[in-house]
């Protein structure tokens, strides 16, 4: 412990939850307080920790109040460093499912200085504050999952839902430093790891998150829920991502470095390195619960699994001076945005689209630099299932100055209008354009006759160097433009960088130090790989589980639906199994024909599959049963039916959990297939998601 002036040491004092040290407000004195196992510790003064580790688990009860509380004080400095919190004596849990750490509450002008918390699931918790500062802690062993997804397989229980964040019961979601309804709060150089979601501000003000590492995690590296005017700058938010296998699926399950959700406003996103991760910023907005008026610059979010910046339902979004290339789908995909501008940013080397405008309107475009993608701009009308039915026109964008350069193709635009295009360059050996349906936007006060010819209007596409884009353009009317910047892009133009406080003034970006590419992303149980901290490589579940390792004796047979029907006759339909047109032993169903010759000998479609096995079940404890299945299946294990679904229907992904003996059982399958697409998965693992 370091000396300090005027040092007072109590005697060890049991600080139960109703009790706590309290110190004269007038006095200097530090108050030392030495916590005990297993009690709750109640601050109203200045105080400091000894150092060292001191085991805190959570109180029976009491679980989300802390274990170290602080409500209602002002000027104050809780000075942890040097000193350790752990939730439990025993090595640090992998999902965190302790209760919280240290609570702070209706207090003001508080400084939070070093620190650690481990295997907390939540362990700094600030709640309507003015004036916090929260300085070089570290958190680790949080609240995390475990993750469903298989090196095969990407698992639809693991995609996360942005708007979760805005329900209720979500107002205080586990994250390792989480800050709510507080203004002026500054989180700077800390760090977290082994966890979820690294540092939420939900419905704060004048927020500042800088200099922090939250890196490695399984969902977010930080959060912005509601609120306004808050920075996130200067931060490693990296290898935040889920939902990638290299070389078999890469969707990112909606992960991101970070996330901006919700009505949000003047929230600045500035000189981040958000590399590797599912999207590097996501801004999610819920009907009128949209992020209006941010500003994204100078961030590094290279090799993003699904999109360097990936928004929805958003407005007045400017996006300057970053470096969205080398993603694995889009380097910006918009979808029901409005008056959003792209300006100077590079977008090189994307496997998809550069750039994807998905029913956005009034979007601008200006001297970004579109090179080698396989699609430099992508603008679409696209009735998807997130943008609904009722998803906005995509009319009125304007692509300005930018440069084109050796894209697979460099335009494709469908059902699209008013389009404008001016003063880009088209660069590249195979100049192709394909065109249909091609004519010129006519405004409602103008004369249809009036309209010029399509070889006319296919021409306004030009670039200043005279040559055409490569692409292709169905359904699109285009504008000649009038010379005149649109608004937000006027507004764009003259602003300075971003200022941010303790930093000099900058307007270039920032450049990451991870320069690997797509395959250092690895999945494990719980979450990426941090492979700087030395730890051994972690793998991601095995396809099947614990159901890869038996030997099925399987039959499969045709059957005619209408004198057949499993569903009506049960008996009759499984009698046809004692004369199958294949007998095989298999090691897993990932497949219904797992293997080229049951392919080629069972028909696609009107099979029955009866199969059974030996399963060795080593612990006694819970496991997950998850069952993709298209059409119908039951499964027995021992004398249980543990799961039924004897339906015609599409592909569904359904999930059970079951209390399983330690030892051999025996496992029975029925499958059958009627029409259309045919699938059956089965994987059996340990229980270890927190529901």
Not at 170 to 178: E, V
Not at 491 to 515: E, K
Not at 631 to 638: A, E, K, N
Request: aromatic share 8%.
């Amino acid at each position: 412990m370091r000396a300090l002036p005027w040092t007072l040491l109590l005697p060890l004092v049991a600080c139960s939850p109703s009790q706590s040290i309290p110190v004269d407000d007038g006095s200097p004195l530090v108050v030392n307080l030495s916590p005990l196992s297993g009690e709750a510790l109640i601050i109203r003064g200045p105080s400091e920790f000894p150092a060292g580790t001191h085991i805190l688990p959570p109180i029976g009860g009491e679980e989300d109040m802390g274990v170290v509380r602080v409500s209602g004080q002002s000027d104050l400095t809780l000075d942890f460093r040097g000193v350790t919190f752990e939730a439990a004596a025993s090595e640090m849990p992998a999902i965190g499912v302790r209760g919280r750490g240290l609570v702070l509450e209706d207090c003001e002008r508080i400084t939070i200085l070093g620190g650690v918390w481990r295997g907390y699931a939540a362990p700094i918790t600030i709640r309507n504050s003015k004036s916090i500062r929260v300085r070089e802690v570290q958190v680790e062993g949080f609240w995390r999952e475990a993750l469903e997804s298989t090196v095969t397989r990407d698992s639809g229980a693991d995609w996360l839902e942005p708007a979760n964040f805005l329900q209720p019961d979500w107002n205080d979601q586990y994250a390792g430093i989480a800050v709510h309804g507080s203004q002026d709060v500054i989180v700077q150089g800390c760090q977290a790891r082994a966890g979820a979601i690294g540092v939420v501000l939900a419905d704060c003000r004048e927020g500042l998150v800088v200099g922090n590492d939250a890196s490695f995690l399984s969902a977010y590296g930080a959060v912005l829920v509601g609120g306004q005017s808050n920075t996130v700058a200067h931060n490693s938010l990296e290898y935040n991502v889920r939902g990638y296998s290299h070389g078999n699926y890469a969707s990112g399950q909606n992960s991101a470095g970070v996330l901006v959700v919700g009505g949000g406003q003047g929230h600045r996103i500035a000189f981040n390195r958000l590399t590797h991760s599912g999207a590097g910023i996501m801004l999610y907005g819920v009907g009128v619960e949209a992020p209006t008026h941010n500003r994204l610059y100078g961030n590094d979010a290279r090799h993003s699994i699904f999109a360097g910046l990936q928004s929805h339902n958003t407005r007045n979004t400017l996006v300057q001076n970053n470096d969205f290339s080398l993603c694995g789908r889009f380097g910006v995909h918009s979808e029901a945005d409005i008056e959003m501008v792209l300006l100077e940013n590079e977008v090189a080397d994307v496997t998809g689209a550069g750039i994807g405008l998905f029913s956005s309107s009034k979007g601008s475009l200006l001297q970004n630099n579109l090179l080698r993608n396989q699609i430099g701009l992508e603008i679409a009308w696209s009735q998807t299932e997130v943008a609904g039915a009722g998803a906005p026109a995509s009319k009125e964008h304007h692509v300005l100055g930018n440069r084109f350069e050796g894209n697979g193709q460099d335009l494709v635009a469908r059902d699209s209008q008013a389009l404008v295009f001016a003063g880009n360059q088209f660069i590249g050996e195979k100049q192709r354009l394909h065109t249909e349906r091609i004519q010129a936007w006519i405004g409602p006060d103008e004369d249809p006759r009036s309209r010029p010819a399509e070889d006319t209007v296919v021409g306004w596409l030009a670039g200043s160097n005279g040559l055409q884009p490569s692409g292709n353009l169905m359904g699109v009317s285009l504008r000649l433009w009038d010379g005149e910047m649109p608004g937000p892009l006027k507004l764009a133009q003259s602003l300075d960088p971003p200022r941010i406080p303790g930093y000099p003034d900058s307007g270039g970006r920032v450049v990451s130090d991870y320069q690997g590419g797509l395959e250092t992303v690895v999945i494990g149980l719980y979450g990426p790989w941090d492979f700087p901290s030395g730890e051994a490589q972690t793998q991601m579940r095995q396809p099947g589980g614990l159901f890869s390792s038996l030997r099925w004796q399987a039959r499969w047979f045709s059957f005619d639906p209408e004198t057949q029907d499993p569903r009506a006759d049960v008996a009759v339909w499984r009698a046809l199994g004692d004369e199958p047109l294949v007998r095989r032993t298999v090691d897993h169903f990932l497949d219904p024909r797992p293997g080229e010759e049951l392919q080629k000998r069972v028909p696609p479609v009107r099979f029955g599959l009866l199969a059974e096995a030996e399963l060795q079940v080593p612990t006694t404890g819970e496991y997950l049963l998850s069952v993709v299945a298209d059409d119908g299946i039951r499964l027995w294990i021992g004398e249980e039916q543990v799961f039924e679904d004897w339906t015609w229907n599409a592909t569904r992904e359904e999930g059970t959990l079951l209390q399983l003996q330690e030892g051999t059982h025996p496992v029975r399958l029925e499958y059958f297939q009627l029409d259309g697409a045919s699938e059956l998965i089965l994987e059996l693992h340990h229980a270890f998601r927190v529901r």
